[in-house]
């Protein structure tokens, strides 16, 4: 059973139909075919629908959609295609004449392969989503999309990003390619992205970061790295000049350069926790005047003079950071960073490794000569293994973000 309300939207979802419904109005201008058990479109399925703007036929049992299905539908502006997983191919003109079509939901169907022109009728199209499929490679069907500004190649099977790969997505903000198998990624990969705002690329197999991996994003302000293998940051990160937000978490970092972070003048958000970190190099924050969160939870913190800076530079921020708890002692058994004691740290130098040649700077890296001040408008810094409220009776541990 269909509804009509008003007579222009038409909704037959959950309808159990096998056959679009022969009275549907010529003037509807969305039609809702969800979750039925459709198998075949063919050339006359849409032709009296010339206007349609908005058609969802996700979670059918699609198995074909002849070339020009949607040919008569030259006003779609947007069509849902995803959870039919009997969908493995689409033929090259499967799209033509979607000419204003701005999002297509390809999502959660057992695609392998793109032909090179599927998207070539589609100039319009600005949101694309190719998630959950069983792509392998990142396609090359990107070619005449020059109105794209989002992607998601999200959970698939991709293992590598070649130079070429995204050579076509000049327009693209959003780039998902989150949850794959990625563990290489030629250096230039992401040099035409010139517009590109948010990058994910977490829960990946991902484990070197070198210097010029992420060269041209000029403007990205989000970036995701979280849930890979990466165990050491250099300086990969120097010419994101834009970049607000880095998640790093989830790796197996031991290893920070004292200029990691230098030039990202506008970082607001930094999440390095559940890594292998024991200390901190003394000048990594020397340079980020933005920095507002930092979440460093769940690493294996060694109290020793490697962090007495750090200790000093959180003495303006007591109220944020309550007990501490290292996984090693320090010196008169220290178990937390916290006000020394007399004799506690307090006859420390700065160790030789904290002092030695920045690994940046050939590549202009400039480092402040003493020990950084603390951003001033730093509200949360989450420096926690687990934290025990005693004052409040709590036996909890800090939640992980």
């Given at each position: 059973m269909c509804k009509c309300a008003p007579e222009e939207i038409i909704h037959c979802n959950r309808a159990g139909l096998r056959a679009l419904p022969g009275e549907i109005a010529a003037s509807t201008v969305s039609l809702n075919l969800s979750n039925n058990y459709l198998r075949i479109l063919t050339t006359n399925t849409f032709r009296n629908l010339t206007f349609l703007h908005s058609l969802w036929l996700d979670g059918n049992n699609l198995t074909f959609l002849s070339p020009g299905t949607f040919n008569a539908l030259s006003e779609l502006r947007e069509l849902h295609l995803s959870r039919n997983s009997r969908l493995t191919y689409l033929h090259a003109n499967t799209f033509r004449g979607l000419l204003h079509l701005i999002s297509l939901d390809l999502s959660h169907c057992n695609i392998f392969e793109i032909h090179p022109l599927l998207f070539s009728h589609l100039p319009s199209l600005e949101i694309l989503d190719l998630a959950s499929n069983n792509m392998r490679y990142v396609p090359q069907a990107f070619r005449n999309l020059s109105s794209l500004t989002r992607l998601s190649l999200e959970g698939n099977h991709i293992e590598a990003i070649g130079r070429d790969s995204l050579k076509d997505l000049e327009t693209l903000y959003d780039l998902n390619l989150r949850k794959n198998r990625i563990w290489i990624i030629q250096n230039g990969a992401f040099t035409k992205l010139l517009r590109l705002g948010v990058l994910n690329l977490g829960h990946n197999f991902i484990a070197d970061l070198p210097n010029q991996l992420f060269d041209g994003l000029i403007q990205l302000k989000t970036m995701h790295l979280e849930a890979?293998?990466?165990?050491?940051?250099?300086?990969?990160?120097?010419?994101?000049?834009?970049?607000?937000?880095?998640?790093?978490?989830?790796?197996?970092?031991?290893?920070?350069?004292?200029?990691?972070?230098?030039?990202?003048?506008?970082?607001?958000?930094?999440?390095?926790?559940?890594?292998?970190?024991?200390?901190?190099?003394?000048?990594?924050?020397?340079?980020?005047?933005?920095?507002?969160?930092?979440?460093?939870?769940?690493?294996?913190?060694?109290?020793?003079?490697?962090?007495?800076?750090?200790?000093?530079?959180?003495?303006?921020?007591?109220?944020?950071?309550?007990?501490?708890?290292?996984?090693?002692?320090?010196?008169?058994?220290?178990?937390?960073?916290?006000?020394?004691?007399?004799?506690d740290l307090m006859d420390c130098t700065v160790p030789p490794e904290l002092a030695s040649e920045d690994k940046c700077k050939v590549a202009g890296t400039s480092v402040a000569s003493g020990p950084p001040a603390p951003p001033s408008k730093i509200v949360l810094l989450a420096l926690v293994c687990h934290v025990w409220y005693f004052a409040r009776g709590w036996d909890t541990s800090m939640t992980t973000f």
């Open positions: 890979n293998r990466i165990t050491a940051v250099n300086c990969t990160f120097r010419h994101l000049l834009n970049l607000r937000n880095l998640y790093l978490n989830n790796n197996q970092i031991s290893s920070i350069s004292d200029s990691a972070f230098s030039y990202l003048n506008k970082l607001h958000f930094l999440h390095l926790s559940k890594n292998n970190l024991s200390s901190l190099p003394i000048y990594l924050f020397a340079e980020l005047p933005k920095l507002k969160y930092v979440f460093l939870s769940h690493n294996p913190w060694k109290c020793d003079c490697k962090m007495l800076w750090f200790l000093r530079w959180t003495a303006t921020l007591r109220g944020a950071i309550e007990g501490l708890h290292c996984a090693f002692l320090g010196p008169h058994n220290t178990t937390a960073l916290d006000v020394p004691h007399t004799g």
